[in-house]
């Protein structure tokens, strides 16, 4: 999932109580200067579930894309 935004920086800390969570950090532009906003990959067990590990008014947009340990599903 990843929490995208300009401007100030959303989620900097990681959200308490989200045992779901794999990692949590910043996505940065290709030469680290940029904070593009926030990457989370979570264990959910549909998009609006997953999408709510980030506070939501926070972010121009938040995306999931579905993955599986070692990649895309089929």
Aim: aromatic share 4%; charged share 25%; hydrophobic share 35%.
């Amino acid at each position: 999932m990843l929490g995208l935004g300009t401007g100030q920086a959303a989620g900097l800390a990681v959200p308490p109580g989200r045992d779901e969570l794999i990692a949590y950090g910043p996505l940065l532009s290709d030469d680290g200067d940029t904070r593009l906003g926030t990457a989370a990959p979570v264990r959910a067990p549909d998009p609006d579930t997953a999408r709510g590990v980030l506070t939501r008014d926070r972010y121009a947009d938040i995306e999931v894309h579905h993955r599986r340990f070692g990649g895309r599903p089929p």
